[in-house]
């Protein structure tokens, strides 16, 4: 079975452009997660998508990044315009939805990694 | 502190020896999960301990949880040079409703040395 996968794996761009990242979740998987690994700090959770929802989106960092899942399969994460200080590495992951416990395992991609010079 | 905080921050050891990362964090949780990353690499999930568990083994991984004290630990056992990577432990907050966010601690940094 396929892990997450994300695309691209690199991207780097100049202040102002826009960029589109996307994740395959594992298939079957109800739930896609972003999250973002600034320089120097924690990864940090971004938002959460159950199927084609949005289930929670308190870590977007502002109305410059929007995040789709279309037919709830893959979601892309649209920044736009993109400022230096969202380089970083941004995590996509995917975990089955499993009513008996609150959390189930997240198995994560390999991350872009975004440069915005 | 921030929930889900590691130490130490950087770990040395030589191959054969164990390792011990701590992890400590400040709400109540549901689960606690620990994840390896190697450079450049995505994140690899380890183990996943829930609130009720104290005690959890992976082969040559031994992750403890003491949710008195709000705090688990990740041993492993024989360490090889190919453990080398970062170690992060993840906590969701049990907040009465579903909530699968997880919160990172910073990581510890281990290099096995051969």
């Known amino acids: 079975e396929a892990g997450v996968t994300q695309f691209p794996s690199h991207s780097v761009i100049e202040k102002g452009q826009t960029v589109t990242l996307r994740c395959d979740p594992i298939s079957g998987h109800d739930n896609l997660y972003w999250y973002r690994r600034v320089m120097g700090k924690e990864i940090k959770f971004l938002l959460h998508?159950?199927?084609?929802?949005?289930?929670?989106e308190s870590g977007m960092p502002n109305n410059r990044f929007l995040a789709e899942r279309t037919g709830g399969t893959y979601s892309t994460l649209k920044v736009q315009p993109a400022e230096l200080e969202d380089s970083g590495v941004y995590f996509c992951?995917?975990?089955?939805?499993?009513?008996?416990?609150?959390?189930?395992?997240?198995?994560f991609g390999p991350g872009t990694r975004l440069t915005v010079l | 502190s921030q929930q889900g905080e590691e130490d130490p921050q950087a770990l040395s050891i030589q191959e054969g020896e164990n390792a011990t990362m701590n992890c400590s964090y400040k709400t109540s949780i549901n689960n606690l999960q620990w994840y390896r990353q190697n450079s450049g690499r995505g994140l690899v999930h380890l183990i996943l301990?829930?609130?009720?568990?104290r005690e959890k083994h992976s082969g040559r991984l031994r992750v403890t949880l003491d949710t008195s004290k709000k705090s688990s630990s990740l041993l492993i056992t024989a360490s090889r040079a190919a453990d080398t990577a970062s170690y992060f432990c993840a906590t969701d907050e049990a907040s009465g409703g579903s909530n699968y966010k997880l919160t990172f601690g910073k990581g510890t940094l281990l290099t096995v040395n051969p």
């Open positions: 998508f159950v199927k084609e929802s949005k289930q929670d």
């Open positions: 301990i829930r609130s009720n568990e």
């Open positions: 992951a995917s975990s089955q939805d499993n009513y008996r416990v609150s959390t189930d395992t997240q198995y």
